[in-house]
């Protein structure tokens, strides 16, 4: 009986509330005013995956020529002293970039190698290897192991394409290096396989 009256009650109450209020309240989703996006040209809106190579544009080249400064090496450059020592005879830290993992390591002038460091051993599992993170921490690792053990002035030479590869250079400045160069080895090949067929969407 009680249950009776109740459920009129809520009725009554749920009616004039209907009365009152505006039919927009009632909508609860907006299916018909869903803008429709082209697939493909939400695609090229993506921004494009990073490759390392963002940091690299940043130097104009042109406007360091006509200062007169000693920026590119010439025939006294293997002669040349950086803290009392010969360009020549300076440690050279190789760091190998790839898409997956970045792999760091010191050898002295003969090419003898010192410390090797990875994002592996640091501590980085899987996919978070190929981050620009992982190979920042990495470099901070190895380049306070280097100023441990006396290393202060080095060579820098990179090779490969990938996120770690401006990070690292950062993470070796951060750990108190000087970096006096830094070569480029990345293998170009002038005569690439064919590539993948463009995706139909």
């Not at 940043?58 to 010439?74: C, E, G, L």
């Not at 005879?89 to 002038?109: E, G």
């Not at 592996?120 to 899987?126: I, L, T």
């Not at 290897?129 to 470099?139: E, F, W």
Request: aromatic share 6%.
């Amino acid at each position: 009986m009680i249950m009776k009256q109740l459920c009129r009650i809520f009725k009554q109450i749920s009616l004039t509330d209907t009365l009152q209020a505006s039919p927009r309240s009632f909508y609860t989703s907006t299916f018909k005013y869903r803008e429709v996006v082209n697939r493909k040209e939400m695609l090229k809106s993506v921004p494009a995956v990073d490759e390392g190579a963002i940091g690299e544009k940043s130097i104009d080249v042109d406007s360091m020529i006509h200062k007169n400064v000693d920026t590119f090496p010439d025939f006294n450059t293997p002669n040349r002293l950086f803290n009392g020592v010969p360009f020549k005879n300076l440690p050279i830290f190789n760091i190998r970039v790839s898409k997956n993992n970045t792999i760091i390591n010191l050898t002295d002038a003969k090419g003898l190698p010192k410390f090797i460091r990875s994002c592996g051993v640091e501590g980085f599992k899987n996919a978070r290897k190929g981050t620009n993170i992982a190979a920042q921490a990495t470099a901070v690792s190895i380049g306070t192991k280097a100023v441990e053990n006396g290393y202060k002035t080095v060579r820098l030479t990179v090779r490969g394409l990938g996120p770690g590869r401006m990070a690292a250079i950062k993470g070796l400045q951060i750990s108190g290096l000087e970096i006096v160069s830094i070569t480029d080895n990345t293998r170009v090949s002038w005569n690439p396989p064919r590539p993948r067929k463009q995706r139909k969407l």
